[in-house]
């Protein structure tokens, strides 16, 4: 089993992150005790720009769930696209190659899903099975990845898709002034990533091979991280326990995994992380006694993009594919964490 190749599609309207706080100061402006706060904690959650699916000034005609959910399907499919012809243009392969798609995202709702609409868009073969996936959030771009290699580890002759899609601006509630929602209106961007996951008969590529996958399910923190749904949309959940949840158990949850296949965190060259914000990074850095140069490609893509759910763990994997290039033999590790609290883990082999 194989990650043959990663694709990214960013929206085309990018705003600094000052640009966005006084954006938001004056949609806040009635309210003072907001505003003074915003700064100090847009300043606090280390991004410098992130890109919106569409223009700044267009999201105040969006008014109700539905208007949010309308713009966000019309941007996905857009986006989702692009992703995926990316990442297969990449692996040298045709989208009628294509056998199975795993879709994620957990900023929208569309029935029939998006990968669905993709299908006739792309022309996509109309045997392909589709593995819609809604609810794992931040977890979700690496757990796509797990499952699709369970897939092709059953079908080693065939390709998979993984495509994670997160709009997280059309979650984005005017009305709600709490901490925790002030703090994802600094935090949270807007993109699409796709990666092609193949079978060991058509294991080839430049990404690397996949030795194993595990999942890890942390009892009774539904409270940490989700959302509330209703007639106003996605309302945020976001404990500050997060960080907390990550330096008890992600150490101990990675050296379990390692040592089943005989190998330490030293054995370890390439770090491929989900970057939940300063404070999770910062807490997967201790918890696996790493530096900031092991996860400087995702303290990169935090600061220049922000976090965008499911589809950062799979840009840190595009930038590692294309631009890190980690050498023949590498052993990586992918992981990502989200609503659960849960974390998913898998062994790479470049």
Known sequence: MKIASAGVALPEHYYDQSTLT?????????????????????????VEGRHLSIPLEQYASLHTFGDFNDAWIKAAVDLGERAVRQALD???????????IFFSTVTGICSPSIDAKLVNRMQLRSDIKRIPMFGLGCVAGASAVSRAADYVRGHPDQVAVVLTIELCSFTWQRDDKTVANLISSGLFGDGAAAAIVVGAKRADGRGPRIVDTRSVFYPDTEGVMGWRISERGF???????????ARENIGRDVDAFLKDHRIARADIGSWVCHPGGPKVLGAVRDALAIT???????????????????????????????????????????????PAFCSELLLLEW
């Open 235 to 245: 309302r945020i959940v976001l404990s500050p326990e997060v960080p907390a949840v």
């Open 292 to 338: 900031d140069d092991d996860l400087a490609l995702s303290w990169e893509s935090l600061r220049r993009v922000g976090n965008l759910s499911s589809a950062s763990v799979l840009l840190i994997l595009e930038a590692t594919i294309e631009r890190a290039r980690p050498v023949r033999g590498t052993r990586g590790v992918m992981l990502a964490m989200g």
């Open 22 to 46: 006084a954006y938001l100061a004056e949609v806040w402006k009635d309210h003072p005790e907001v505003v003074r706060r915003l700064d100090a904690l847009h300043g606090n959650v280390g």
């Open 90 to 100: 990449r692996a040298g392969l045709a989208p009628r190659d294509v056998d199975a």
